[in-house]
């Protein structure tokens, strides 16, 4: 690891962090506030999301020798605020709807029936569903504009500079720009953070068929469908060829041991990847 370390492989894994917490954290606000968490318990959930992200990411990059990036489902958290929005179902069911969610993920893999799937899928469609995956990522930046023209399109400058310039500190450079632009313009309020360390909080798991319906189905649909196989065809369309199967398996473990604390769904990053897997990271695959 210690060989094999460089400052740009050090800000991919940096950015890929902070693109996926930050541009997806109010769904899960949002779906912890319509089941009624307290702060602690949607700490806890961050806590949870966090810890089997991390060490998953490292275990299975140590363990397949490829660039496998774990994160959680932006689709899946969707799901849970919109069923939780519906009323009725308690923090103990969603618990237990995760956990359900985890085992048919975890049956997936053990099984080879995901693996079977994407060994039949064209590498043209694999790139395909990468370039509609991040096409609108990329849209909807500018319409950002209206909100914020000097911020947004001072990024793109540095973004269209470092094309040419510096391709392999492209991503690091942006963020430079697009902090001291955010700072002058007074956007950060780090005085009104309260810091302490978090703690997480069993969430003791009940299960019930409304919540395997409403909540665990629909989360096990959209993680392997809008997350996995977009994640799998990202791997395919940068020359990997990934165990699936493992990734898989070992991610939905993973998910089933985090989820009675809050960790509703783990699965292979897609759009956040995508700064990981490309030789602006490391020359080295």
């Not at 899946?76 to 069911?93: C, D, L, N, P, W």
Request: hydrophobic share 60%.
């Amino acid at each position: 690891m210690i060989k094999d370390f460089s400052l740009s492989s050090l800000i991919a894994g940096f950015v890929a962090v902070l693109v996926g917490f930050t541009s997806s954290v109010a769904l899960i606000f949002q779906a912890t506030h319509h089941l009624g968490a307290t702060p602690d318990q949607t700490a806890s959930w961050l806590w949870a999301l966090g810890v089997g992200i991390g060490v998953s990411s490292i275990f299975l990059s140590w363990v397949t020798r490829q660039p496998v990036m774990i994160a959680w489902s932006t689709a899946g958290a969707a799901v849970i605020a919109t069923a939780a929005a519906e009323g009725g179902i308690t923090m103990g069911e969603a618990a237990g709807a995760f956990m359900v969610s985890a085992a048919l993920i975890v049956i997936c893999g053990v099984s080879g029936w995901f693996e079977k799937i994407m060994n039949r899928l064209p590498l043209a469609l694999a790139a395909a569903l990468l370039a509609g995956v991040l096409s609108r990522f990329a849209l909807d930046a500018f319409a950002a504009v209206p909100a914020n023209p000097l911020l947004v399109l001072g990024m793109f400058a540095a973004y269209l500079g470092g094309r040419v310039f510096w391709p392999r500190f492209n991503v690091p450079v942006i963020l430079f720009f697009g902090i001291i632009i955010a700072a002058l313009q007074g956007g950060f309020h780090f005085d009104s953070v309260p810091w302490k360390i978090t703690r997480p909080v069993w969430l003791a798991p009940e299960f019930s068929w409304r919540a395997t319906i409403g909540i665990a189905i629909p989360l096990f649909v959209v993680t392997m469908a809008s997350q996995n196989l977009p994640g799998i065809s990202i791997f395919m369309a940068h020359g990997f060829k990934p165990p699936v199967s493992k990734i898989i398996g070992w991610s939905g473990f993973a998910n089933l041991l985090v989820a009675p604390f809050g960790g509703y769904a783990l699965n292979l990053a897609a759009i956040t990847a995508a700064f990981c897997l490309g030789p602006e990271a490391h020359p080295d695959p």
